[in-house]
């Protein structure tokens, strides 16, 4: 069965430092891959998507992800984390051409000032 | 464009009983997902709905099942409530991705929060 894993479930950075939240998930196909953020007390929203093409990609507020293929691996990445990146980071997978996704289990940041 | 509304956003059950919940997709839409999800189990997939059938499942008992209506808001219907019901249920519309493209990035709702006694 397809799954995603993530490794850190709880993270704990203060500001300013780099930030990289891993994602592995395991399926041999061709994959859509996915990072959502769900901000205290807010809803789901997603933060960047890889579809085809480079596999540096880029989304808001500063936050990247980079697709290897041979490891099944989308980490995300930031440079340099605030205080209002305190939230909780789910990776996902979605089948080509299939509407199912796969979420890993999240992970929790916590940015002290 | 309105988002994803889901209503009701919270809900207080006893065991036993059974609920309804109800997703309005994004205008356009036509695909919807149901998820649950749990602390420490992330978001668990129920199953996705297009044109009124139900085209994937995750791996829920019977008790759980949906429907999709032909302006495609969707419903979820949890029958005899158990404890561990208890969870936030998202609700996620999104374009066909076999209509030619393959943008099927997932919009979701707020949730609805059912707490089962």
């Known amino acids: 069965a397809q799954s995603v894993s993530q490794h850190n479930h709880h993270v704990i950075l203060s500001e300013a430092a780099s930030l990289e939240l891993g994602c592995n998930y395991s399926y041999g196909g061709t994959v859509n891959l996915f990072w959502y953020v769900q901000y205290p007390g807010q809803h789901l929203q997603l933060l960047l998507k890889?579809?085809?093409?480079?596999?540096l990609v880029k989304g808001i507020k500063g936050f990247e992800a980079e697709f290897i293929k041979s490891k099944f691996s989308f980490n995300l990445r930031k440079p340099s984390v605030q205080w209002s990146d305190t939230a909780e980071y789910f990776c996902a997978v979605n089948l080509y051409n299939f509407n199912k996704f796969y979420f890993g289990s999240g992970t929790k940041l916590n940015v002290k000032p | 464009k309105a988002g994803v509304t889901q209503t009701p956003r919270y809900l207080i059950k006893t065991r036993g009983q059974q609920v309804t919940l109800s997703c309005s997709p994004i205008s356009g839409h036509r695909s919807v997902s149901w998820y649950q999800q749990t602390p420490g189990q992330g978001l668990q997939f129920l199953f996705e709905y297009f044109s009124e059938t139900q085209r994937n499942k995750g791996n829920f008992p019977g008790r759980f099942s949906g429907r999709q209506f032909s302006n495609s808001r969707s419903e979820m219907n949890v029958s005899t409530l158990e404890l561990g019901d208890s969870a936030l249920y998202l609700c996620?519309?999104?374009?066909?991705?076999?209509?030619?493209?393959?943008?099927?990035?997932?919009?979701f709702g707020p949730g609805t929060r059912l707490t089962v006694l």
């Open positions: 996620a519309s999104s374009l066909d991705p076999t209509s030619g493209g393959t943008y099927n990035e997932q919009f």
């Open positions: 890889y579809f085809s093409g480079d596999p």
